[in-house]
């Protein structure tokens, strides 16, 4: 599977963003999926997660209430919508493919996108 991420950029503290992340070959729905962050200096951390078919998702505590994941299995796509966004949520925003779950854990995921960079001024 090969992901590409795509929607990031400078926002202005309490805009939005909306993240994607397109998913090569035809076994998209087989994969949990799930958004990850690095900021600079950082450790990788889990965002957000949702499972094969959408119907269970997961989110980090610091972004729950602001940030949805979803996702289009007939787009392969997974997104990631992003209201009320604060300068610590700025960072580069990886999607990745976990084929057995939807887990918090990045060492569950197998594989991995390039990366987007989200950008929050002040």
């Known amino acids: 599977v090969q992901l590409q991420a795509s929607g990031g950029g400078l926002v202005q503290a309490g805009g939005s963003l909306r993240l994607s992340c397109v998913a090569s070959?035809?076994?998209?729905?087989?994969?949990?999926m799930g958004w990850f962050r690095q900021a600079p200096g950082k450790e990788r951390e889990f965002v957000a997660a949702i499972s094969w078919s959408g119907g269970s998702t997961n989110a980090a505590d610091s972004v729950k209430g602001r940030f949805t994941i979803s996702r289009d299995n007939a787009k392969n796509t997974v997104y990631l919508q992003m209201n009320s966004l604060k300068p610590e949520d700025s960072a580069v925003y990886y999607c990745?493919?976990?084929?057995?779950?939807?887990?918090?854990?990045?060492?569950?995921?197998?594989?991995w996108g390039q990366g987007t960079l989200v950008t929050v001024s002040s």
């Open positions: 990745a493919a976990d084929r057995s779950g939807w887990g918090t854990h990045r060492v569950l995921y197998e594989y």
């Open positions: 070959g035809r076994t998209f729905s087989s994969y949990g």
